[in-house]
């Protein structure tokens, strides 16, 4: 496989993603398939320009867990296969989630807000940027 890039499936004799067992009782052609993988970049950005933490939460197929971005910050998450990802901005005193945009991937790429929420659809070696901006109170 090239790098960055992850295991798709067999073709030939054998089909699917689990290992291929196969007896070989006559001439056979096996294929393996790799798809690239893909990233997605979280950004911060606020008004007034801010000294504080904010704290985003992952969807557990993506890092699971908590990370942490200043204004201007962002973070970076890559080896991704194609698939849908979420981040969710946990509420920060003093400041309003006003706006969520995400950008970037391929023609199936989306991106939805729910509430603090992005959900990113990535398809495979696509990668998406996604920028939360805050205003405080």
């Not at 504080?52 to 557990?60: A, N």
């Not at 991106?111 to 940027?129: K, R």
Request: hydrophobic content about 30%; overall charge negative.
């Amino acid at each position: 496989p090239a790098s960055h890039s992850t295991f798709a499936g067999w073709g030939g004799a054998c089909s699917g993603t689990a290992p291929c067992q196969l007896t070989m009782d006559s001439s056979k052609e096996v294929t393996a398939a790799f798809s690239p993988l893909g990233s997605i970049t979280v950004r911060k950005e606020t008004d007034p320009p801010a000294q504080g933490v904010f704290t985003f939460l992952t969807s557990p197929n993506f890092s699971g867990g908590l990370f942490h971005l200043t204004d201007n910050g962002s973070q970076t998450f890559a080896g991704l296969p194609g698939r849908s990802y979420s981040v969710t901005e946990l509420e920060v005193e003093d400041w309003n989630l006003q706006a969520i945009t995400c950008s970037g991937g391929g023609g199936n790429t989306q991106a939805q807000q729910s509430g603090p929420t992005a959900t990113i659809g990535l398809d495979p070696g696509e990668s998406g940027v996604c920028s939360f901006f805050n205003e405080g109170d």
